[in-house]
């Protein structure tokens, strides 16, 4: 059984960076795509940023030009750098690995979450 695990949450004041890290026990399948999102309380769960088994990424627009994600596959971890970070990035980060299979979710993993607080 494969685990997510992530790393690298904590407190930061505004306009600091912080670096999450996701790593997977195990061997994940290799075409998967590789997930950040987080939840603030109250909140929906929001897809941060994703990349694709070949590297393309997405983000949402409120994290563009701030946040980069990447991935290392020998390690079958992700990461999420996030660089000037405002009160607004506060909330619980998730990472995920999923890949699709004619049109069907597959190998859905979630890790437990780990919190990023930016003070203001």
């Known amino acids: 059984q494969v685990q997510l695990v992530e790393s690298g949450g904590g407190l930061v004041q505004a306009g600091g960076s912080v670096r999450l890290s996701c790593s997977a026990s195990g061997s994940p399948p290799s075409r998967n795509v590789l997930a950040w999102y987080r939840q603030a309380p109250g909140m929906p769960r929001e897809l941060v940023a994703d990349i694709t088994a070949s590297g393309r990424t997405e983000y949402v627009d409120s994290v563009k030009g701030r946040f980069t994600i990447s991935r290392d596959n020998a390690k079958h971890a992700v990461y999420l750098q996030m660089n000037s970070l405002k009160p607004e990035d506060t909330a619980v980060y998730y990472c995920?690995?999923?890949?699709?299979?004619?049109?069907?979710?597959?190998?859905?993993?979630w890790g437990q979450g780990t919190q990023v607080t930016v003070s203001s």
């Open positions: 995920r690995s999923y890949y699709y299979l004619r049109g069907s979710l597959q190998s859905d993993l």
